[in-house]
């Protein structure tokens, strides 16, 4: 392997690691929260109002197959990682402005829970 596909290879492995102190999110709790929360919108295997979830990490914002996303989520570089999704679900105006998710999440361990479940979700396969 060459210096220069280690260095990606250990920047993605960065991009998805979890450190201990800062994502501390409880998956089974983070289901819970997006079953009375997201569910209304998104789907974990099928689009709705929102983009289906699944596989959401390490994939490009605006991206998910057969979804009508904004331009301005089409048009941005973001890449779904933890920091993203935390800073997302914190305030999506901020993050993209002009993006149409209408929703944000203020209490960060509300969002610790809902990244850990996405997270989990994203490693599994559709049921």
Same mark, same amino acid.
């Given at each position: 392997? *060459?210096?220069?596909?280690?260095?990606?290879?250990?920047? @993605?492995? +960065? =991009?998805f690691? !979890?450190n201990?102190?800062?994502?501390?999110?409880?998956?089974?709790?983070?289901?819970?929260l997006y079953?009375?929360?997201?569910?209304?919108?998104?789907?974990?295997?099928?689009?709705?109002?929102g983009?289906?979830?699944?596989?959401?990490?390490?994939?490009?914002?605006? *991206?998910?197959?057969?979804?009508?996303?904004?331009?301005a @989520?089409? +048009? =941005?570089?973001? !890449?779904?990682?933890?920091?993203?999704?935390?800073?997302?679900?914190?305030?999506?105006?901020?993050v993209?402005?002009?993006?149409?998710?209408g929703?944000?999440?203020?209490?960060?361990?509300?969002?610790s829970?809902?990244?850990?479940?996405?997270?989990?979700?994203?490693?599994?396969?559709?049921?």
């Amino acid at each position: 392997m *060459t210096t220069a596909w280690m260095s990606i290879g250990l920047a @993605l492995m +960065a =991009s998805f690691s !979890v450190n201990a102190s800062e994502w501390n999110g409880d998956a089974v709790r983070g289901k819970q929260l997006y079953d009375s929360r997201c569910a209304a919108c998104h789907s974990v295997d099928t689009n709705r109002t929102g983009p289906a979830h699944r596989g959401v990490f390490g994939r490009r914002a605006g *991206t998910a197959p057969g979804y009508e996303y904004s331009p301005a @989520l089409k +048009a =941005s570089d973001l !890449v779904w990682t933890q920091r993203n999704l935390d800073r997302w679900l914190t305030d999506p105006e901020s993050v993209v402005p002009g993006q149409k998710m209408g929703y944000s999440v203020p209490d960060a361990q509300d969002r610790s829970d809902l990244i850990a479940y996405l997270m989990s979700i994203s490693q599994s396969l559709p049921k």
